[in-house]
């Protein structure tokens, strides 16, 4: 015996619309944005004298309720306006972020 299809399709019920509004109540009341995070704010509170990491700084400005891009920006504009310097130690090296510049290193010992 070959396996047949029904002639209709069984009939269910509907679903029941969801409300999507709230208790009805005051509709122009908006919530009040978070203040944004500004370039001289987001090195006093997230880059300190001594060198840190990238990933340092950018999970200090996440936990002060910033995004990561808007704190990737930010980092970006510091350094590039001069209230950020970039410490590098060599190629194979993460790079390290600091309000200071990156001290010169005297190797005495050749």
């Known amino acids: 015996m070959a396996w047949t299809r029904r002639p209709y399709a069984p009939i269910r019920p ?3 619309k969801k409300d999507k509004g709230g208790d009805g109540g005051d509709e122009n009341v908006k919530p009040t944005p978070k203040p944004e995070m500004d370039v001289d704010t987001f090195v006093a509170t997230c880059v300190s004298a001594e060198g840190k990491s990238k990933d340092a700084v950018l999970f200090e400005a996440l936990s002060h309720g910033t ?3 808007r704190a ?3 980092l970006r504009l ?3 306006t001069g209230q950020i310097y970039r410490w590098t130690y060599g190629a194979n090296q993460p790079v390290k972020f600091a309000t200071a510049p990156q001290p010169i290193a005297t190797d005495k010992g050749a």
């Open 78 to 80: 510091a350094e590039e």
């Open 14 to 16: 509907r679903r029941a």
């Open 72 to 74: 990737r920006t930010l």
């Open 67 to 69: 995004t990561k891009t």
